[in-house]
């Protein structure tokens, strides 16, 4: 995967935080706004309602005709029913 390049302005506080953690963890800037990145993600990811969770959000696309356990409930009520005109001949 190619890789990209950002640019940030930072002011002065915000140039000593990275300073300052960047000497504490002995880190890149790149790699320690890359930690910071990978953070907030999974902060927010975690903090979304369970309507809005990336697995609600797609749930309703699992397997080839919606959620997995309705088709197996479907599945099984059809071969139920085969079954049934079969041994009612």
Known sequence: MPSSHLTLRLNR?????????RARNGLSKSDLVKQALRA??????????A???????GEGRFGRHGIATRQAANIK?????????????
């Open 51 to 57: 309507s809005q969770s990336l697995f609600a959000l």
């Open 40 to 49: 907030l993600a999974t902060q927010q990811e975690a903090d979304l309602p």
């Open 77 to 89: 009520a059809a071969v139920r029913a085969r079954l049934g005109v079969k041994r009612s001949r």
């Open 13 to 21: 506080d915000d140039d000593l935080l990275i300073e300052r953690l």
